[in-house]
T-cell receptor, first 113, second 114 residues
Framework: DAGVIQSPRHEVTEMGQEVTLRCKPISGHDYLFWYRQTMMRGLELLIYFNNNVPIDDSGMPEDRFSAKMPNASFSTLKIQPSEPRDSAVYFC???????????FGEGSWLTVV | AQKVTQAQTEISVVEKEDVTLDCVYETRDTTYYLFWYKQPPSGELVFLIRRNSFDEQNEISGRYSWNFQKSTSSFNFTITASQVVDSAVYFCALSEFGYQKVTFGIGTKLQVIP
């Protein structure tokens, strides 16, 4: 079975540009998560969806960040405009029920210069 | 609020030594789930184990073993006869029942020296 698929794997962009990260969860998983990993803050949950509906976005750092899940097999995390402090690894993850194992994608490594 | 503490930020061992990674958690729930993940240098997060709060049996999987003690709120991870391929960052995590957020510890970086 295919795991969680993220794209792009690596992105380098200039400050001020829009960045869109994409995720395809494991088929049949009703929960999708976006995490950010930095050296300073470790792994932080940004937002999660249940059945395509955003449930908790309290971890989204500011209005420059937005996430959507138009259908059960696709989600985006958008940063507009991007700033150097957004440089991090962004992980998408999914699971099929509360408390069950969360499976992570390989991450999108974002560098904003 | 849930919290996970991994007090060891970095550990170095010589190959074939045993090593234990500590994890202490805080939660007000009686039902919760604990996890360990491995992040090798390539960067992906690899699931290792999930344990629910009602199952205090220790688990062994090959060279890996986990010791869950509710009395001390700990869920420690031991690697026996460590190998260079075990070099990675290991994360302990906690999820409370009915609350889908998973809180991760800061991670323990393990270096196994040949």
């Amino acid at each position: 079975d295919a795991g969680v698929i993220q794209s792009p794997r690596h992105e380098v962009t200039e400050m001020g540009q829009e960045v869109t990260l994409r995720c395809k969860p494991i088929s049949g998983h009703d929960y999708l998560f976006w995490y950010r990993q930095t050296m300073m803050r470790g792994l932080e949950l940004l937002i999660y969806f249940n059945n395509n509906v955003p449930i908790d976005d309290s971890g989204m750092p500011e209005d420059r960040f937005s996430a959507k899940m138009p259908n059960a097999s696709f989600s985006t995390l958008k940063i507009q405009p991007s700033e150097p402090r957004d440089s991090a690894v962004y992980f998408c993850a999914s699971t099929d029920s509360p408390g069950d194992t969360i499976y992570f994608g390989e991450g999108s490594w974002l560098t904003v210069v | 609020a849930q919290k996970v503490t991994q007090a060891q930020t970095e550990i170095s061992v010589v190959e074939k030594e045993d090593v234990t990674l500590d994890c202490v958690y805080e939660t007000r729930d009686t039902t919760y789930y604990l996890f360990w993940y491995k992040q090798p240098p390539s960067g992906e997060l690899v699931f290792l184990i999930r344990r629910n709060s009602f199952d205090e049996q220790n688990e062994i999987s090959g060279r890996y073993s986990w010791n869950f003690q509710k009395s001390t709120s700990s869920f420690n991870f031991t690697i026996t006869a460590s190998q260079v391929v075990d070099s990675a960052v290991y994360f302990c995590a906690l999820s409370e029942f009915g609350y889908q957020k998973v809180t991760f510890g800061i991670g323990t970086k393990l270096q196994v020296i040949p």
